[in-house]
Every structure is written in structure tokens, then in C-alpha cells.
């Protein structure tokens, strides 16, 4: 967390964390209608071939972006 810079945009209920190094995006929270969502940047997960990652029916949603 020490790395991170964080952002609030437009209506500011998102906050966007940003690597304070190289300025890549890390991921983001936000809490709509009182749910917790997360959306990481699985590029940024040490040992993660982002490309492997498979999603099969979960209540979840799972996004990736890189
Ligand atoms: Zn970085």
C-alpha cells in the first residue's frame, strides 16, 4: 500500500489506486447501493498468467483487464 497513490474521479465514489513508481493502474473499490466491488489489474498479480485465468458460473463477476 505504501506504493500506491489513490484517485477519486467524477462523482468520487470510486477510489482508484495508482503504482506511485511506474503509474500503472492497480485497482479499484467502489461501494455501490452498499456492495463492495473490487477490479484489479491482474497484470499486477506476481505469479498470474492473466491468459490462464478461466471464470465458469460464478455469482461473481470477474473482469480483466491489462
Ligand atoms: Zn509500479
Redesign the pocket.
Known sequence: MQ?LNEYRFNTMTVTHYF??????FVYFHSRYEGENTYVVNVGCLEGINPYEITSKGSKRKIVLIS
Open positions: 506504493f503504482c506511485r513508481r511506474c503509474g500503472i
